[in-house]
C-alpha cells in the first residue's frame, strides 16, 4: 500500500507480487479491481502461498475483494522455529544468507499512475526473498 504518514489516513492495497522460480508478476490491484483469478489462486488448497506478515496483507486484501486466503505459510513464525527472532524481511535474508537486501523503495507511492524501474525491482526482490528464505528454511527441516 502506498505509505501514510499520519495515523488517521490509511490506503488502499495497490499492489500484489506473486514469484515463482522464474518470474515475478506485480498486480496493480487499484487499476484492476476484483479479480476472480487472483481470488481462486488465493484462496486454493492447492497451491502453497509464503508471505511476511501476511496477517495485514489479508486485512488489506479482504478490503480490496472479499476472500478467505487458504494454503499460506507466514515467515515470521516458520523463521521463530528456527530460532531466528527477526521479523523483517531484510533481517531475516541477511541472517540466513548473508546478504543484504535494500529496502529503498518500501515507503514510495504504490498508487502510482506509472511504477519506476526501482519500484518494480524491489517489489520482484521482496516476493522473491520470501520464496527464497522458505526454501532455505525448508532444506534445513
Same mark, same amino acid.
Given at each position: 500500500?502506498?505509505?501514510? *504518514? ?24 487499484? *487499476?484492476?479491481?476484483?479479480?476472480? #483469478? ?33 494454503? *499460506? ?6 523463521? #521463530? ?16 544468507? #548473508? ?34 528464505? *522458505? ?7
Amino acid at each position: 500500500t502506498r505509505p501514510s *504518514f499520519s495515523p488517521r489516513t490509511h490506503y488502499s492495497v495497490a499492489l500484489m507480487q506473486l514469484a515463482t522460480a522464474d518470474v515475478c508478476f506485480l498486480f496493480r490491484l487499484q *487499476f484492476i479491481g476484483e479479480h476472480q #483469478g487472483l481470488k481462486q489462486l488465493l484462496e486454493s488448497d492447492d497451491v502453497l502461498k509464503v508471505g511476511l506478515s501476511i496477517k495485514d496483507d489479508f486485512h488489506a486484501l479482504r478490503a480490496w475483494m472479499p476472500l478467505t486466503p487458504r494454503n *499460506f505459510v507466514e515467515l515470521q513464525n516458520m523463521a #521463530g522455529q528456527f530460532g531466528i527472532a527477526e521479523k523483517s524481511l531484510q533481517k531475516m535474508y541477511a541472517i540466513i544468507f #548473508g546478504k543484504k537486501i535494500s529496502k529503498a523503495q518500501r515507503l514510495s507511492n504504490w498508487e502510482a499512475p506509472i511504477l519506476t524501474p526501482q519500484q518494480k525491482k524491489y517489489a520482484a526482490i521482496d516476493a522473491w526473498a520470501c520464496r527464497d528464505i *522458505f526454501i532455505e528454511l525448508q532444506k534445513q527441516h
